[in-house]
């Protein structure tokens, strides 16, 4: 069985990274989505791999949906070449609405917002309160310390190990879509 998934929200830096790497994962992850006509959604801004990664999207002719809080689009971070965006009010509020046109979640490299905005739509899915899989796209290994977090967190009886493969993690642009269109949910309690 897989899933018919149209949109995808990403989460990533607002920033570059260091080296080339992270832009360029970014921009093949915007590619992948044209090429299997999946829609993105995302922050709306023209700030580091965000503004890449739509612009990859952008260029491909796909499709492109930004969730913009009213501070940020008042500071000017909107990204000019966005036909289709909406404003709301708050982070919180902007996050519930970008996991409701979604129907899976990728994270790039990025900082504290990247992981924030992750870990709840993870959360979500450990909780029930939603069904649609999430990924990490782990370019150059960025990843790989979170989830070594991870493992310690199953080490200390924390998070059992069923939900480290809750979510699926390759530096492979195609093979993260694929994981989440194959996705099947991992049923084993939260509560050990
Ligand atoms: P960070 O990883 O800390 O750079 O934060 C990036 C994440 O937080 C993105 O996925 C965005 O959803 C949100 N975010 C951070 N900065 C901005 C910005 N200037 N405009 C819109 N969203 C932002």
């Given at each position: ?10 989460f990533c830096g607002s ?28 922050g ?47 982070m919180g509020?902007r996050k519930?609405?970008m ?8 994270a790039?490299?990025g900082g504290i917002g990247t992981l924030e905005e992750f870990m709840e739509v993870w959360t ?69």
């Open positions: 069985m897989t899933r018919t998934i149209k949109r995808i929200a990403v920033n570059f990274g260091r080296g080339d790497a992270y832009k360029d994962g970014a921009a093949a992850l915007g590619r992948a989505f044209v090429r299997h006509g999946i829609g993105l959604v995302y709306g801004t023209n700030k580091g791999l965000m503004a890449v990664l739509a612009d990859a999207v952008l260029a491909g002719g796909g499709s492109v949906h930004g969730v913009l809080t009213t501070r940020l689009h008042g500071k000017g971070h909107l990204h000019p070449g966005l036909k289709d965006f909406e404003v709301l009010p708050t509020t519930a609405r996991a409701e046109l979604a129907d899976a979640f990728i790039l490299p979500l899915n450990q909780l029930g309160e939603i069904d649609k899989p999430g990924g990490l796209l782990d370019i150059a290994g960025f990843y790989a310390p979170f989830m070594g977090f991870i493992d310690h967190m199953i080490a200390e009886s924390f998070l059992p190990a069923a939900h480290r493969g809750s979510i699926v993690v390759t530096p492979d642009a195609e093979a993260l879509i694929e994981g989440l269109v194959s996705y099947r949910k991992v049923d084993v309690p939260k509560w050990m």
